[in-house]
């Protein structure tokens, strides 16, 4: 067992685990070694490495529990971790979901913030024609790219929006276990999308994306993903990491240049996956 960490040295791991490394001549593979093995030690001392896999609860505004599981790190892997900005895009999506028009910050302040629990519970809730069919999205098909444990995906599907969630083949059989454990196979399924190669069947109206830039190849990536699956609408949350703005920048170029439209931006204080303070950007972009 290692030793614990100072709060200094955790901080520097998790700057370390997102950083381009451009100071260091050596080659990327190198590089990213590196970077794994700081998130690795930090990924030890939260716990979330433990031996085998873990089912984690994630208590989400109106939905209630959703469980998620996670394996743990193998020999040659960070596993599959639910990332902080997920946490952020799924409660926007129960939100939006259950109360359209209320305004984020009331409510959290509200009587159904603090008691969605019990409200979720309630035979109003079961009943309840917005909980079914949601609202924005009720007639969407929605596909989840990057998806992980797939939190965001699955809540959707709670409020009977048909979704996909995807990701690399290593992490779509966790997807469809994570499916089961939320009871939401009516509505949900998981299948490869690979954004190196992006094939699949199907057309979809709406992308959720959480968390998916952390190397140079990604913004290009994605935006092929987005050019060949010719998604009208996306909701997407990013993590403003210092390390990471000529990513995002790009990401934002190209969305400019496949002519959507950024129709909404927040940016909010949460945590990342290691307790640390980290601000996010909720964005929803459309085009016609
Ligand atoms: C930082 S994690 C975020 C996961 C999840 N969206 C969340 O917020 O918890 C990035 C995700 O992107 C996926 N990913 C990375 N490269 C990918 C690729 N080429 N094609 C599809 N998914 C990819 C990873 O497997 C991982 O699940």
Not at 90 to 109: L, P, V, Y
Not at 115 to 126: E, G, I, L, M, P
Not at 172 to 189: F, G, M, Q, R, Y
């Amino acid at each position: 067992m290692a030793d614990p960490l100072d709060k200094g040295t955790r901080q520097w791991l998790s700057r370390l685990s997102v950083s381009e490394l451009d100071w260091l001549q050596e080659p990327e593979e190198l590089k990213e070694e590196l970077r794994e093995q700081a998130a690795r030690r930090l990924a030890q001392e939260c716990g979330v490495a433990a031996s085998g896999s873990r089912v984690r609860t994630v208590t989400v505004p109106f939905v209630g529990e959703v469980k998620l599981n996670e394996p743990g790190m193998t020999g040659d892997n960070l596993g599959v971790l639910t990332w902080g900005a997920s946490l952020v895009l799924a409660r926007i999506i129960a939100q939006q979901n259950s109360q359209d028009s209320q305004d984020s910050k009331d409510f959290k302040d509200s009587k159904d913030f603090k008691d969605s629990k019990d409200f979720k519970d309630s035979k109003d809730f079961k009943d309840s024609k917005d909980f079914k069919t949601g609202s924005r999205f009720a007639h969407c098909r929605a596909i989840e790219l990057g998806a992980g444990t797939g939190l965001c995906g699955i809540v959707m599907a709670k409020y009977g929006v048909s979704v996909v969630l995807t990701d690399l083949p290593e992490v779509v059989d966790n997807l469809k276990i994570n499916i089961d454990l939320n009871h939401v196979s009516e509505t949900a399924s998981a299948a490869v999308l690979d954004w190196s190669n992006p094939e699949i069947e199907g057309k979809f109206d709406l992308a959720i994306i959480s968390d998916p830039l952390y190397s140079k190849e990604h913004p290009a990536m994605l935006l092929n993903t987005l050019r060949v699956l010719e998604v009208p609408h996306i909701l997407l949350e990013l993590p403003l990491r210092p390390l990471f703005v000529s990513e995002r920048n790009e990401l934002y170029a190209g969305f400019d240049s496949l002519k959507y439209t950024r129709t909404k931006y927040v940016e909010e204080e949460g945590k990342d996956l290691f307790g640390n303070d980290q601000t996010f950007a909720y964005m929803e972009y459309s085009k016609n």
